[in-house]
């Protein structure tokens, strides 16, 4: 099956710093991909839609400048979370789409802690 | 806005004993229903796909049938094994977004 990298698998900030979180599609190209939050012991939480080459489009309630999110190429989306806080900290997962059968395939996720 | 309900929350079985998880959704115009596995800390595997137009599908013990009429899917695995023991996630589609339920945590005891 397709497969989909997240980097990095675990990260630990400071409050107040920004830090990037990187989706990529490895064997196949895809136009769109999303980003999701996951709680503990809660289910995955959509943040966002990535579409290569245009403007995300953010759920309500998802501060749009505070995670940013390029799509900039049709392998590669990223989520940058600005000026972290400690309740940022949270597992986010992303997917990447097959346009075919618009299937999801899931990336590993990615820990952030914010101190 | 569509919702999805997985019952129960969690789930302990003996080692043999056959798994019934269960995925309800209040909207029944879906492009396609998944269910994945979750292990703690990881990410989703995915399980099996059931395209709307599809009753059910069948992977090796694993078998989900979609009722969509009804708003329900049931994932059946036979014969359990300590290694089915993780979180099994129920995600429908329309409007081109997933809608996840919280899950269902199956823990298979030796």
């Known amino acids: 099956g397709a497969v989909v990298s997240q980097h990095p698998s675990r990260v630990i900030c400071k409050s107040g710093t920004s830090v990037k979180i990187e989706c990529r599609s490895l064997?196949?190209?895809?136009?769109?991909m999303f980003w999701y939050r996951q709680f503990p012991k809660k289910s995955l939480m959509l943040m966002a839609t990535?579409?290569?080459?245009?403007?995300?489009?953010?759920e309500q309630g998802v501060e749009k400048d505070k995670f940013l999110i390029n799509h900039a190429s049709l392998t590669l989306s990223t989520l940058t979370v600005t000026s972290a806080h400690p309740e940022d900290s949270s597992f986010y997962i992303c997917?990447?789409?097959?346009?075919?059968?618009?299937?999801?395939?899931f990336g590993p996720g990615t820990r952030l802690t914010v101190t | 806005k569509q919702e999805v309900t997985q019952i129960p929350a969690a789930l302990s079985v003996p080692e043999g004993e056959n798994l019934v998880l269960n995925c309800s959704f209040t909207?029944?115009?879906?492009?396609?229903l998944q269910w994945f596995r979750q292990d703690p800390g990881k990410g989703l595997t995915s399980l099996l796909l059931?395209?709307?137009?599809?009753r059910e599908q069948t992977s090796g013990r694993l078998n989900a049938s979609l009722d969509k009429s009804s708003g329900r899917s049931t994932l059946y695995i036979a014969a359990s094994q300590p290694g089915d023991s993780a979180t099994y996630l129920c995600?429908?589609?329309?409007?081109?977004?997933?809608?996840f339920g919280a899950g269902t945590t199956v823990t298979v005891r030796a």
């Open positions: 997917s990447a789409r097959d346009e075919g059968t618009y299937e999801q395939y």
């Open positions: 064997d196949f190209q895809a136009t769109t």
């Open positions: 990535s579409n290569e080459g245009s403007k995300a489009t953010y």
């Open positions: 909207d029944s115009a879906i492009y396609n």
């Open positions: 059931i395209q709307s137009s599809q």
């Open positions: 995600a429908v589609i329309n409007d081109y977004k997933l809608s």
